[in-house]
């Protein structure tokens, strides 16, 4: 996934829960693996099809989350830089 070099956290939402109180404490400990190595870009590959199935929507959320975050980013530098130059001109009168 390649979460980003400067993105060093991602959101786990809690409605997550019932999938996973739906597996057993070993699959819900190889999902957890599974989504650990995701998000730190170490393209998991897993045979079990429970983790296939239960990490299916939540790769799907993780790509939704990254590229909103993706254009929040854009959106505060631009914002930022603004406010940078009317910090100097206000600052020069």
Not at 66 to 92: D, H, P, Y
């Amino acid at each position: 996934m390649a979460i980003s070099e400067d993105k060093k956290s991602f959101v786990l939402y809690c409605d997550m829960k019932h999938t996973v109180d739906l597996l057993e404490d070993a699959s819900a400990g190889k999902l957890l693996k599974h989504l650990l190595r995701y998000v730190n870009d170490e393209n998991p590959v897993t045979d079990d099809p429970l983790v296939k199935i239960a990490f299916a929507p939540i790769e799907q959320q993780l790509k939704r989350d990254l590229e909103a975050w993706r254009k929040k980013k854009v959106t505060n530098t631009i914002n930022g830089r603004q406010g940078g130059i009317k910090s100097g001109i206000s600052r020069q009168k």
